[in-house]
């Protein structure tokens, strides 16, 4: 299946990117007549025919649209400082798209060794992945938030602190409820500090464990978008 992002689709003809368009014509060499599938990031599947395979601007005939395509049941947020490589960020971005994920937020944190992204770049990642795993919606991804700014914001109750101290003894699963939005948010190299910890806890936000191993960021984070994905699938209802 030949899938390209076509996030500002609104008829039923269509003209692909310049770089899509070449991709299409001459590195898949698909040509007039042959049949392609676009998503628009908000679950909107087409299947479209190529109507004109000018490696410029290829001309596309929709011919069918599948809305909420590969909808899931449930949302999921992982909130996570950014590693000092970004690589390893970008794994996780990667890596979580592939699960399915909704949103990711990067946190600014007292102990963050890095305190900008190119969030550009993350969303190439994040699209590539998306159509490499046949999704069809986008997640949204958030720049650099200040911690304290974003626990202001966040839904409390659903809302949970991943990090090392000892009172952190319940994992994910034990506030688990199938049906309802979870954010873990994850911390930095070098943990949330003391204070951070506090005003989550302030605000109602509940510590978890994700187990017994020093996981580094990016794994915790993956870590967490899986527990949720299993979670969800686990108590779906038959």
């Known amino acids: 299946m030949h899938l390209f992002f076509t996030p500002d689709i609104v ?60 909808k899931l049941s449930y949302t999921s947020h992982i909130a996570v400082a950014p590693t000092k490589n970004m690589d390893r960020m970008e794994w996780f971005v990667e890596k ?8 990711i937020t990067f946190l600014l944190c007292e102990h963050s060794e890095r305190r900008n992204l190119r969030l550009d770049r993350l969303e190439k990642i994040a699209i590539s992945a998306m159509k490499q795993s046949q999704k069809g919606y986008l997640p949204q991804l958030h720049n650099m938030t200040p911690f304290r700014d974003f626990i202001l914001k966040c839904e409390p109750s659903h809302t949970f602190i991943a990090h090392l101290e000892d009172d952190a ?70």
């Open 11 to 70: 008829a039923d003809t269509y003209t692909l990117s310049e770089e899509e368009s070449k991709h299409c014509t001459r590195v898949l060499r698909l040509g007039h007549g042959d049949t392609v599938y676009l998503v628009d990031g908000i679950g909107g599947r087409y299947t479209a025919i190529i109507q004109d395979a000018n490696p410029k601007k290829c001309q596309l005939q929709i011919i069918d649209k599948q809305p909420e395509y590969g």
């Open 96 to 103: 979580a798209v592939e699960i399915g994920i909704s949103e």
């Open 169 to 238: 003894t319940k994992g994910i699963k034990d506030y688990f409820k199938y049906g309802q939005p979870h954010c873990i948010m994850i911390g930095p190299e070098g943990d949330f500090s003391a204070g951070e910890i506090a005003a989550a806890y302030k605000t109602g936000i509940k510590p978890v464990t994700l187990g017994q191993s020093r996981l580094r960021t990016e794994t915790a984070a993956l870590v967490a978008c899986h527990t949720l994905h299993v979670l969800n699938d686990l108590y779906a209802p038959l």
